[in-house]
């Protein structure tokens, strides 16, 4: 159980290109879903937590119109980097929570390359 | 902020044998800790998780140890596999000042299991 799938698993594009990534949680409805991003060798960076039906709240330093999140249904959200520069290219993960006093799970991913 | 450390970076087992991965904590209000594993290149795995009612909790092959007194926490893995190779998050569900809650991720330690 508690099954959460990322789509693409990776993305190569170009300079100025806007990229989206899904998110499902597969076997459970998840009213928190988290957006992380990670560099090399590096622990998870929180980017932002979104909850069904609200707007995403996004941790400082994080540009909301950089990094759109739509969380429109409880086991959908998505991430858009939109006009996505080199410096955007990381791997984003995405995580999601039945509960507060539950753990998150993740999924796998998405490694995001912009030429 | 507060934040949760790691005492050991990389740790090297030989197969067969138990490996312990060690973690600091400093929020004392923290009740609720989770251990993750991260395989290279895919997201987070969830593999046990202990509520500060508990100083111990088994699961299969892993056992955690909470030390309340001392804000430390453990993962034990017996007779370590190659498939155990990954890197290793504790994290802290920590509440946040709008009642939120967030992961509160440590460092990371490698393990590395020897043939």
């Known amino acids: 159980g508690a099954v959460v799938s990322q789509h693409p698993s990776r993305v190569i594009c170009k300079s100025g290109t806007s990229v989206k990534i899904e998110c499902r949680s597969l076997?459970?409805?998840?009213?928190?879903m988290f957006w992380y991003r990670q560099f090399p060798k590096q622990s998870l960076m929180l980017m932002a937590t979104?909850?069904?039906?609200?707007?995403?709240?996004?941790e400082q330093g994080v540009e909301k119109d950089k990094f759109l999140i739509n969380h429109a249904s409880l086991t959908l959200s998505t991430l858009t980097v939109t006009s996505a520069h080199p410096e955007d290219s990381s791997f984003y993960i995405c995580s999601a929570r039945y509960r507060e006093d539950q753990p998150q799970h993740f999924g796998d991913g998405t490694r995001l390359s912009i030429l | 902020g507060e934040s949760v450390g790691l005492h050991l970076p990389t740790l090297s087992v030989q197969e067969g044998d138990n490996s312990i991965i060690n973690c600091a904590y400093s929020?004392?209000?923290?009740?609720?800790f989770i251990w993750y594993k991260q395989e290279s290149g895919k997201g987070p795995q969830f593999i046990i998780d202990?509520?500060?009612?508990?100083d111990k909790r088994q699961g299969q092959r892993v056992t955690v140890l909470l030390n309340k007194t001392v804000k430390h926490l453990s993962l034990q893995i017996a007779a370590t596999q190659p498939g155990d190779s990954a890197v290793y998050f504790c994290?802290?569900?920590?509440?946040?000042?709008?009642?939120?809650?967030?992961?509160?991720f440590g460092s990371g330690t490698r393990l590395l299991v020897r043939p």
């Open positions: 979104s909850n069904e039906g609200s707007k995403a709240t996004y």
């Open positions: 994290a802290e569900n920590d509440r946040m000042e709008d009642s939120s809650y967030k992961l509160i």
């Open positions: 202990i509520r500060s009612n508990m």
């Open positions: 076997d459970f409805q998840a009213t928190t």
């Open positions: 929020n004392s209000a923290s009740d609720y």
